[in-house]
């Protein structure tokens, strides 16, 4: 769980120069931010917050889903998304240890209530998000 603190005092679309930015202002988060990937919301199984749609699903190394361990041991089942405008990267990136090879990560969070879902991936030309799916599910109806 991260320090509540942390997250009221990050903006919730952080933007680093150079990273999406389109020269007329607006960068890639911002367009990520209003699009819908279509297909059925996922939220957040702790608050319920929006966090991306089936829609939004891509593969990577040839599939959606993925198992993987961290250097402390703890291992994790997560899908492939290529937007999450529901989650806040926090922290440093890193390519330390990265699941992808050529990938930059950097651990998400709920914005909702800061309930640990993933990681961001990145290069300089791609970006996805490996949110851990049993803390994912399909919206009610509405």
């Given at each position: 769980?991260?320090?509540?603190?942390?997250?009221?005092?990050?903006?919730?679309?952080?933007?680093?120069?150079?990273?999406?930015d389109?020269?007329?202002?607006?960068?890639?988060?911002?367009?990520?931010?209003?699009?819908?990937?279509?297909?059925?919301?996922?939220?957040?199984?702790?608050c319920?917050?929006?966090?991306?749609?089936?829609?939004?699903?891509?593969?990577?190394?040839?599939?959606?889903?993925?198992?993987?361990?961290?250097?402390?041991?703890?291992?994790?089942?997560?899908?492939?998304?290529?937007?999450?405008?529901?989650?806040?990267?926090?922290?440093?990136?890193?390519?330390?240890?990265?699941?992808?090879?050529?990938?930059?990560?950097?651990?998400?969070?709920?914005?909702?209530?800061?309930?640990?879902?993933?990681?961001?991936?990145?290069?300089?030309?791609?970006?996805?998000?490996?949110?851990?799916?049993?803390?994912?599910?399909?919206?009610?109806?509405?």
């Open positions: 769980m991260v320090d509540r603190r942390m997250i009221d005092a990050t903006p919730l679309w952080c933007y680093q120069p150079g990273d999406g389109t020269g007329a202002g607006e960068t890639t988060i911002q367009r990520e931010r209003a699009t819908d990937g279509g297909g059925k919301h996922l939220v957040c199984v702790k319920g917050a929006a966090i991306t749609t089936d829609g939004d699903r891509i593969e990577k190394d040839g599939r959606h889903e993925h198992d993987s361990v961290n250097p402390h041991g703890h291992g994790y089942h997560y899908g492939c998304f290529a937007r999450a405008p529901g989650v806040m990267p926090i922290g440093e990136q890193s390519d330390h240890w990265s699941w992808f090879p050529g990938y930059r990560w950097q651990t998400a969070y709920c914005a909702g209530c800061g309930e640990h879902l993933g990681w961001m991936f990145l290069t300089n030309s791609d970006r996805f998000y490996g949110l851990i799916l049993d803390r994912l599910e399909e919206a009610g109806d509405e």
